[in-house]
């Protein structure tokens, strides 16, 4: 591993390499706290040389004391320096004792010794320290002394006592503190080394660029309401994950598909990793996009993708492979795009045996000449082999990589049961990935159009670092569409709910060109919330029932003349004047 490597595992572990140091710093704190203090000071002996007559005796008594004042500062411990010691100060202790807290040590080309001496009475260390030094000078001129007649040469002379310390020199709490950061931040990048090396799940794109070759096409950012509002494109389309949806249709619109069927399975390696919602707010963007798309719920294990939208799926795919029923008589639209839906249908006893039937195979080439896009919802690959079945017949496979949940083992041995039947893999979608795996959202976690109330700014939600409120993407989690025809429901949480029957009118559900019935429901629009449409206030005009229904009118007194043009009407006209009626227009936007 390089630097890079480490810092990225750093930074990815941050949490015990943040705790050990912490905790390294609690320790070091808690050890120096409960340590009894200890003082130290030092006193300093000058060593001369007297007898000298002449310069030439100096110079050689000068270079005679400096090679003696290593002896000398060696016998500053000796029993028989601090023996003198103890019994002058009537210490508690021995002279071997006191050895361990006395050190002595001559100053470089000097003909000086520093005496230290330490002690948890800073005022004893100093008297110690004193009396050690006078101790020395005695014994030093007792053994200089030739046969114990007349006077040493060498004396010893007290130059610096000393003092008691203000300050304890034991133990040093910063340096400890340090120490114990240092230690435990060591500790950390150990076991995030660790955990690295023995966690194999996939969590970034580096982990899926050491497994496979194939490119990762999508990033699909972790979010908290996926799991209540799976259909994220509809529900909430200018929310992040949406746009990274968008940029999976844009990246799989530029995948070289070889000019054959456009028919695309979308399986995972274990279950669990989001293929299903993958697959379905895939179709639904492909759709958006003016393509006509089917999606196929081919899981007959577990199949889920009526349920997300809310069709009904006892007749499907198992129905047309038995053929008990054409693709145009299962397909359900749904929708106002282009996007059809032909569910599971009755889970048979041998799905294996269906999928990689030839009817299959026909289903898929006769689909992919008839759509688009056909986006096939499969089992995941490790449990069952569906998916590599159905995968050897279409364009390729889209391999949905869960964030946390797969491992590299079991990711590759997906790919490789990919290769074994010669399936293309398109591409990798990394999905609840981490916030910051989403380039995108690194800059923008939400742009939309500012929520307006009335035509006024209401605030400068869905700018930068600014997370939309919970209320600003309320919906449905399955949304309710109509199974056969109707216009797909563009607005969910609000009008009529997914109860509504198809077809159904909603507040907010405004055609293009036409008004709302009241003030309110245009108010209502407007206040639909964000990631929806607002149209512009109009004049609100007043409907008249079908020709039909309406009773037969009684003669008035003053009859209109002209009901071709609403001319305004004078004050001085008799008789009532009738409005003229606008048919509301059709068209939907």
Do not use: C
Request: no cysteine.
């Amino acid at each position: 591993m390089n630097v890079t490597e480490y810092l990225r595992i750093i930074r990815k572990q941050w949490v015990p390499v943040t705790v050990l140091a912490i905790a390294g710093i609690v320790l070091a704190a808690g050890f120096a706290l409960t340590r009894t203090p200890a003082y130290t000071t030092s006193s300093q002996i000058f060593v001369s040389f007297h007898g000298a007559e002449s310069t030439s005796e100096l110079a050689t008594g000068t270079t005679y004391v400096q090679r003696r004042v290593v002896s000398y500062a060696n016998l500053v411990r000796s029993p028989q320096v601090l023996q003198s010691v103890v019994e002058e100060l009537g210490l508690d202790t021995t002279p071997g004792e006191l050895a361990s807290r006395v050190q002595a040590a001559p100053v470089t080309d000097t003909v000086l010794i520093d005496i230290t001496v330490t002690d948890d009475d800073p005022t004893l260390a100093a008297r110690i320290a004193n009396t050690v030094a006078e101790s020395l000078a005695v014994r030093v001129d007792e053994l200089e002394t030739p046969q114990q007649v007349g006077d040493s040469p060498v004396q010893l002379q007290l130059v610096r006592e000393a003092v008691p310390p203000g300050s304890a020199s034991y133990p040093n709490v910063p340096v400890m503190i340090l120490v114990g950061l240092l230690l435990g931040a060591a500790a950390g990048v150990a076991v995030a080394v660790l955990r690295e090396l023995v966690d194999t799940r996939v969590r970034s794109e580096e982990d899926l660029s050491a497994v496979t070759d194939a490119a990762v096409i999508g990033t699909i950012s972790l979010d908290d309401e996926a799991k209540e509002h799976p259909l994220v494109v509809q529900a909430s389309p200018y929310h992040t994950r949406s746009e990274a949806f968008r940029r999976l249709r844009t990246n799989l619109q530029f995948l070289d598909l070889d000019g054959g069927p456009q028919a695309i399975v979308v399986t995972s390696s274990v279950p669990d990793e989001g293929k299903t919602t993958t697959a379905i707010n895939l179709a639904i963007t492909l759709a958006d996009a003016d393509a006509k798309v089917l999606l196929v719920d081919a899981d007959l294990r577990r199949p889920s993708v009526a349920g997300y939208l809310g069709i009904e799926g006892s007749v499907g795919l198992t129905t047309l492979l038995i053929q008990r029923a054409t693709v145009d008589e299962v397909a359900q639209p749904w929708g106002s795009a282009g996007l059809y839906v032909i569910p599971s249908g009755a889970v048979p006893p041998n799905p294996a045996e269906l999928v990689g039937s030839r009817a299959m195979a026909t289903l898929i080439r006769e689909t992919s000449e008839q759509y688009d896009y056909v986006v096939i919802d499969t089992p995941p690959l490790l449990p069952v082999t569906d998916a590599a079945l159905i995968a050897k017949m279409t364009s390729g496979a889209l391999m949905v990589a869960g964030a946390g949940q797969v491992r590299r083992e079991q990711l590759r041995h997906s790919l490789a049961n990919l290769s074994a039947v010669s399936a293309r893999v398109l591409g990798v979608v990394l999905n609840k990935a981490g916030r910051e795996a989403d380039a995108y959202s690194a800059g923008y976690y939400d742009y939309r159009p500012h929520a307006e109330d009335d035509g006024e700014p209401k605030g400068r939600r869905g700018l930068v670092g600014r997370r939309r409120r919970a209320s600003d993407r309320r919906g449905p989690s399955h949304a309710a569409a109509p199974a056969v025809g109707g216009d797909r429901p563009r607005w969910f949480g609000v009008g009529g709910g997914t109860g509504d029957a198809a077809g159904a009118s909603r507040p907010t559900d405004v055609p293009a060109g036409s008004a709302t019935g009241t003030d309110g429901g245009a108010v209502a629009a407007g206040r639909a919330g964000a990631g929806r449409i607002r149209f512009p206030r109009l004049t609100p005009l007043r409907q008249t029932p079908p020709v039909a229904d309406t009773p037969a009118r009684t003669a008035q007194p003053t009859p209109v003349t002209s009901t071709d043009t609403a001319d305004p009407v004078d004050s001085t006209d008799q008789g009532p004047a009738r409005h003229h009626t606008a048919e509301p227009s059709t068209s939907r936007r």
